[in-house]
């Protein structure tokens, strides 16, 4: 029972790399997130998605990209790092708006 | 507008009862969490409460709210170390479709 998986959970970028977080769910959830966490601030929202194919933006965007092609995948790209997104990156998922959200294991980024 | 706010800190001696608080901003809340991250871990949900419900009693753990002060806390009895960890309140909203806002989260430490 994986549940929210991403991958990778490590990664080092040097400033200007590109890379993809990838998240994947196996509960069937319509709706996915991708957080960051930075000390002392909590969880930000970046993007979300409410189903196969809609993205939107949440509470801090720029810089990063969404897709969700397929239903349980909901990938997070950033097209040139910068040191400011060096970061925890956590995914999550839940069924239905309101409901308990299952979170994946974090991706911690430094990008140097 | 949209915040969760928590204070950072909060040290309790082993066996003692943990009160965390948090304060929302947002009157169109529906639910509203509280989060559990181990070192190293994801988020897990400790427990959740309904808008409309005054109290949740979960074993060890009592959730309380006032929608009048916007006030949520959560009460630990007899605190253990296990219970070492950051606590994330979190709020989802239905005026803005399925977004989740947390918490800075509360570092709680236990002495023996």
Same mark, same amino acid.
């Given at each position: 029972?994986?549940?929210?998986?991403?991958?990778?959970?490590?990664?080092?970028?040097?400033?200007?790399?590109?890379?993809?977080?990838?998240?994947?769910?196996?509960?069937?959830?319509?709706?996915?997130?991708?957080?960051?966490?930075?000390?002392?601030?909590?969880?930000?929202?970046i993007?979300y998605?409410?189903?196969?194919?809609?993205?939107?933006?949440?509470?801090?965007?720029?810089?990063?990209?969404?897709?969700?092609?397929?239903?349980q995948?909901?990938?997070?790209?950033?097209?040139?790092?910068?040191?400011s997104?060096?970061s925890?990156?956590?995914?999550?998922?839940?069924?239905?708006?309101?409901?308990?959200?299952?979170?994946?294991?974090?991706?911690?980024?430094?990008?140097? | 507008?949209?915040?969760?706010?928590?204070?950072?800190?909060?040290?309790?001696?082993?066996?003692?009862?943990?009160?965390?608080?948090?304060?929302?901003? %947002?009157?169109?809340? !529906?639910? @509203?969490?509280?989060? #559990?991250?181990?070192?190293?871990?994801?988020?897990?949900?400790? =427990?959740y409460?309904?808008?409309?419900?005054?109290?949740?009693? %979960?074993?060890?753990? !009592?959730? @309380?709210?006032?929608? #009048?002060?916007?006030?949520?806390?959560?009460?630990?009895?007899? =605190?253990?170390?296990?219970?070492?960890?950051?606590?994330?309140?979190?709020?989802?909203? !239905?005026?803005?479709?399925s977004?989740?806002?947390?918490?800075?989260?509360?570092?709680?430490?236990?002495?023996?």
């Open positions: 029972n994986a549940g929210v998986t991403q991958t990778p959970k490590f990664r080092v970028l040097k400033t200007g790399q590109s890379m993809t977080l990838l998240c994947a769910q196996d509960m069937n959830h319509e709706y996915m997130y991708w957080y960051r966490q930075d000390p002392g601030m909590g969880l930000r929202l993007h998605s409410v189903g196969e194919g809609t993205t939107a933006k949440g509470e801090v965007p720029d810089g990063y990209n969404v897709s969700r092609l397929k239903k995948n909901f990938l997070l790209g950033l097209e040139s790092a910068a040191p997104q060096t925890v990156y956590f995914c999550a998922s839940s069924y239905r708006a309101g409901t308990e959200a299952f979170f994946g294991q974090g991706t911690r980024l430094t990008v140097v | 507008g949209e915040d969760v706010e928590q204070s950072l800190f909060l040290s309790v001696r082993e066996g003692d009862s943990s009160v965390i608080n948090c304060t929302y901003t %947002d009157s169109s809340s !529906t639910y @509203l969490y509280w989060y #559990k991250q181990e070192p190293g871990a994801g988020l897990q949900l400790l =427990t409460i309904f808008s409309n419900m005054d109290m949740k009693q %979960d074993q060890r753990l !009592t959730v @309380l709210l006032n929608k #009048k002060d916007k006030h949520l806390s959560l009460r630990i009895a007899d =605190t253990q170390t296990g219970d070492s960890a950051i606590y994330f309140c979190a709020e989802s909203l !239905t005026s803005s479709a977004k989740i806002i947390f918490g800075s989260g509360t570092r709680l430490s236990i002495r023996p």
